[in-house]
């Protein structure tokens, strides 16, 4: 457990959303959302002069789109699709060096040095309900995720040194 002062260490968030909805009739549906967020985040008081050299606090503003909507087909068929982008998350920058005591260790230089690319993700479904009996019915689905085939790199080499910012191999193969 560490004693912190009012206002060391706090975290404040504030979000803002503002939603379209087209319920559904005439054989469609939609809904619209934007988002739009920010983060507040102040780090403890430094306890060495590392911490004091790279206390970084900056503020974080993040961004999403999502729509969603269906729409009915012919022969019973209904399609659904969703597009959703948001802001990529925010990657620091380290360094790897040897303390005192002869062991390496990672020291963060900067917390915002860019961002991720932007996700994008394109998701449909098509799906058929058939009617068992009076009470019953069973529906067939077919989903179909990124539908754009998207390969957002989700994480890079942050470390200071030959491999610095390139996408790494994820599962043996590379992005």
């Not at 659904?80 to 802001?87: D, G, H």
């Not at 993700?121 to 058929?128: A, G, T």
């Not at 058939?130 to 994480?155: P, V």
């Amino acid at each position: 457990i560490t004693n912190v002062r009012d206002g060391e260490a706090t975290k404040q968030y504030t979000a803002f959303e503002l939603a379209f909805n087209k319920q559904y009739s005439n054989k469609w549906s939609a809904l619209a959302a934007y988002t739009i967020d920010f983060a507040r985040i102040n780090n403890a008081d430094p306890q060495n002069p590392n911490q004091a050299a790279y206390n970084w606090q900056m503020p974080t503003w993040n961004q999403s789109v999502k729509i969603n909507g269906s729409y009915e087909l012919p022969f019973g068929l209904k399609w659904a699709s969703t597009y959703q982008i948001q802001s990529g998350p925010w990657y620091g920058r380290s360094a790897q060096m040897r303390n005192a005591l002869n062991q390496t260790v990672t020291i963060v230089a900067e917390f915002h040095v860019d961002r991720y690319p932007t996700v994008r993700l394109w998701d449909n479904r098509v799906s058929k309900t058939f009617r068992i009996n009076e009470k019953q019915t069973i529906e067939g689905q077919f989903d179909l995720y990124n539908t754009l085939n998207a390969s957002t790199i989700l994480s890079q080499v942050n470390t200071n040194g030959p491999n610095y910012l390139k996408p790494l191999a994820v599962g043996g193969g590379a992005n």
